[in-house]
């Protein structure tokens, strides 16, 4: 087969590759042997495939990488290993490697990296290190990643990230460090990354976000830290985030919004501020963000529970009156599962809402709302009052809603997403690689 240049062996039950299966065949350029049950690959299996550009061996049984594995391919672009039982990566397996553009790791039991490993590979845009059991970054790891796009590493032990593990990738665009467990940011970590626009860091231990670890994201669209155990914000820590679209903090401890927080986000679409422990929202928050799309504030409780002396519970007024103002008509607030002063006063709370006679999606789902909206409130042109699993009772002589229906028909630009009811035209603005 000396003009082959193609073999796709992929989703068979082959458990050996023999050694001289490739010798009559050195044009192979795209070879795949994608989720079969190979476990040993022999050292000179691919000796004589100089020429070769893409090698999958994807979701296999593999243990063990010979050394010299991809020797010979100086052409070499692109290698799958994911999904695999591989536990250590040789030192000098991509030494002759150059071209190397994407290499894909996933899914392996790799607990450290050689700090040579990556050396040289100044031309590789993709790295994906997922689901292994890395436990840190060293310093020098990715210094010659100078070219590197996309990093993935969620889903790994990571406990402590080096000041300097990413101080090379000046080209880096999407960094993926979601489920480690790792408790602080060095201040310096992402200084380098000038050119970043996706960030996750969510489901990790952090605890405190200090003010400059952001500072020099001005590219940044989206970030990332849900499900962490944040508690403090310190003040400016989001001002260098200009380009920033959506800011998820969804899962996390803190219980106040100072106004200061999100001044400079300018560019904000999408604000979640959902399940963490809110009690307190400051005048003018939400002022600067009139590109919003989505706020969501549920399942927070924002109030301050007042208990009488006869046994009476009251809840203190939490929401400013002015806290939507300049928030963009089509916004969707959701508010759903709180406990707060909306619940007892919805009638009162609502007519002093100042933005209330421009806002078309309003979410009070999770809620005992007693009343209905008078013809005193400032909504009068509000298209959209979504009430699911609340209790609100009808006027006279209309049929009461059940559990889970809308009280208004939905507007033709307006679609529901899990309970959220979402203007159609985000939706495409809002998408993030897959």
Known sequence: CPSLMWIRLSFNNIVELPTRL???????????????????????LFKDLRNMEVLIL??????????????NMHR???????????????????????ELQHLSLDMNKISNFSI??????????????AENRLSRIPPSLLDDLTSLEHLSLFDNRINRIS?????????LEYLSLHQNN??????????????????HISENKIHVLQQSVFRSLKNLEVLNLDNNRIFDISEGVFNSLTSLRILSLRGNRFSEIFSGYFEYLRNLEVLDLSDNKITEIKPGSFHQLQKLKVLDLSRNPIAKPIYMGNGEVRFSSSLPSDLFTFLPGSCTIVLNDNINYVAAHFRQHLATIEAADKMQNLNLGGRHV???VSSDTNATDMARLYASSSMMPPRRGEIPPTDGDELNPIPEDQIIIGDRVVPRSSLGSLEGPV
């Open 22 to 44: 490739f010798m009559r065949c050195p044009d192979i350029k795209y070879l795949s042997v994608q989720r079969n049950q190979v476990v040993k690959l022999e050292t000179a």
């Open 58 to 71: 994807s979701e296999n049984g593999i243990v063990h990488i010979p050394e010299d594995l991809t020797k």
């Open 76 to 98: 070499l672009r692109n290698v799958r290993l994911e999904g695999n039982d591989i536990q250590h990566v040789p030192e000098r397996l991509f030494e002759n490697n150059k």
């Open 116 to 129: 040579n490993t990556f050396r040289g590979l100044v031309r590789l845009r993709t790295l994906c290190l």
């Open 163 to 171: 000041p300097l593990a990413f101080k090379s990738l000046s080209s």
């Open 182 to 199: 790792i408790e602080r940011i060095p201040v310096y970590c992402f200084d380098s990354l000038k050119q970043l626009t996706h960030l």
């Open 370 to 372: 007693p009343g209905h």
